[in-house]
């Protein structure tokens, strides 16, 4: 809510500075009309641009993250079913650690990263050490399914890698900060010109101030989604948990 309200204000706020600083030029008997427009139409042309290609790389970001809950959820669910391979107690045991192991997931997403929950983080970490081991000393008792089972632990221990490498990939605050000093002079342009006219529609400029706000927002949003509005569905690893607890 925070980083809306900035937004709001770095937008509207722009927009009335340059609305009463082209009303005063106007009153001197200043023009820069002639200029303004190319200035005005590059300006608004590199925000468009800046804010299409971030808001492209923000939404793909997002689509990633989520594909890769159903993929984390399928492979936790593969290594749930090929631990029915391996004899007692290894079996059991794997079965137990990827149940608690998968509401440690949901936990872990739902609350931050390691930086905020470093014993989250540490557990995760153990649980992967264990279940390794179990699917190790299960194998060695059925050598002929090692292939199996070791690869599907395998490819859970990888995917937790992957979605904090993913988790932590964001938006460069240089771009933006690049987006919000752009918008802001886009609206300061579009302000000035309507105060050198002393002329401009309330409702037209604002649904434009309104609307650059709210594409930033949301572009912001989706690369943040576990602090903002936007949220990514834990919903595959819940139903298989669900699935687990099933009799």
Same mark, same amino acid.
């Given at each position: 809510?925070?980083?809306?309200?900035?937004?709001?204000? $770095?937008?509207?706020?722009?927009?009335?500075?340059?609305?009463?600083?082209?009303?005063?030029?106007?009153r001197k008997g200043q023009s820069d009309v002639a200029q303004l427009g190319t200035?005005?139409?590059?300006?608004?042309?590199?925000?468009?641009?800046?804010?299409?290609?971030?808001?492209?790389?923000?939404?793909?970001?997002?689509?990633?993250?989520?594909?890769?809950?159903?993929?984390?959820?399928?492979?936790?669910?593969?290594?749930?079913?090929?631990?029915?391979?391996?004899?007692?107690?290894?079996?059991?045991?794997?079965?137990?650690?990827?149940?608690?192991?998968?509401?440690?997931?949901?936990?872990?997403?739902?609350?931050?990263? $390691?930086?905020?929950?470093?014993?989250?983080?540490?557990?995760?970490?153990?649980?992967?050490?264990?279940?390794?081991?179990?699917?190790?000393?299960?194998?060695?008792?059925?050598?002929?399914?090692?292939?199996?089972?070791?690869?599907?632990?395998?490819?859970?221990?990888? !995917?937790?890698?992957?979605?904090? $490498?993913?988790?932590?990939?964001?938006?460069?605050?240089?771009?933006?900060? !690049?987006?919000?000093?752009?918008?802001?002079?886009?609206?300061?342009?579009?302000?000035?010109?309507?105060?050198?006219?002393?002329?401009?529609?309330?409702?037209?400029?604002?649904?434009?101030?309104?609307?650059?706000?709210?594409?930033?927002?949301?572009?912001?949003? !989706?690369?943040?989604?576990?602090?903002?509005?936007?949220?990514?569905?834990?919903?595959?690893?819940?139903?298989l948990l669900e699935s687990f607890r099933q009799p």
């Amino acid at each position: 809510m925070g980083i809306l309200v900035l937004l709001l204000l $770095a937008t509207f706020g722009s927009m009335e500075v340059g609305y009463l600083w082209g009303v005063q030029r106007s009153r001197k008997g200043q023009s820069d009309v002639a200029q303004l427009g190319t200035i005005q139409g590059a300006i608004l042309g590199l925000l468009g641009l800046l804010l299409g290609f971030s808001f492209s790389g923000a939404a793909t970001r997002f689509v990633d993250r989520q594909d890769l809950i159903v993929q984390e959820a399928n492979a936790i669910g593969t290594a749930y079913l090929r631990a029915d391979l391996l004899t007692d107690p290894h079996a059991e045991f794997l079965r137990k650690t990827l149940e608690t192991y998968v509401q440690d997931r949901v936990s872990f997403f739902q609350t931050g990263t $390691a930086l905020i929950e470093p014993g989250l983080a540490q557990r995760t970490a153990q649980q992967h050490r264990d279940m390794w081991q179990a699917a190790l000393e299960g194998v060695q008792e059925t050598s002929h399914v090692a292939v199996v089972v070791l690869p599907a632990v395998n490819d859970v221990i990888d !995917l937790h890698t992957t979605r904090i $490498a993913t988790a932590h990939r964001h938006l460069p605050l240089l771009i933006i900060t !690049l987006l919000v000093v752009c918008a802001a002079l886009g609206m300061l342009s579009v302000g000035f010109g309507c105060g050198l006219s002393g002329k401009r529609s309330r409702l037209m400029t604002s649904s434009l101030a309104l609307l650059v706000c709210t594409v930033l927002w949301v572009t912001i949003d !989706l690369d943040y989604p576990r602090h903002g509005g936007i949220q990514i569905r834990q919903q595959p690893l819940l139903d298989l948990l669900e699935s687990f607890r099933q009799p």
